[in-house]
Nanobody, 112 residues
Framework: QVQLVESGGGLVQAGGSLRLSCGAS????????MGWYRQAPGVERHLVAT???????NVADSVKGRFTISRDSVKNTIFLQMDSLKPEDTAVYYC??????WGQGTQVTVSS
């Protein structure tokens, strides 16, 4: 069974940066699509960014120009570099892989 494990969340001031990582453990399997979603309290889970095995990238308009997704396909690991963070970016960030498979989530809190 494949599991996704996220790391890198935390508390940061507005304007700061964080880098999230997500690695796949378990049996070796190459995912066609991996990405990040986020969910704030009382709000549905929304796409942040996805990246395919051929490095096609889709980024939500709300984070375009501030967040960068990248991928190490050999290690089945993805990263989310988050810059110029805003309080409205506060949410639980979930790693996603096509299957679907979900990580347990990591909290990102941006203080004003």
């Amino acid at each position: 069974q494949v599991q996704l494990v996220e790391s890198g969340g935390g508390l940061v001031q507005a304007g700061g940066s964080l880098r999230l990582s997500c690695g796949a453990s378990g049996r070796s399997f190459r995912f066609d699509v991996m990405g990040w979603y986020r969910q704030a309290p009382g709000v549905e889970r929304h796409l942040v960014a996805t990246i395919t095995s051929t490095n096609q990238i889709n980024v939500a308009d709300s984070v375009k120009g501030r967040f960068t997704i990248s991928r190490d396909s050999v290690k089945n690991t993805i990263f989310l570099q988050m810059d110029s963070l805003k309080p409205e970016d506060t949410a639980v960030y979930y790693c996603y892989a096509s299957g679907p498979v979900w990580g347990q989530g990591t909290q990102v809190t941006v203080s004003s």
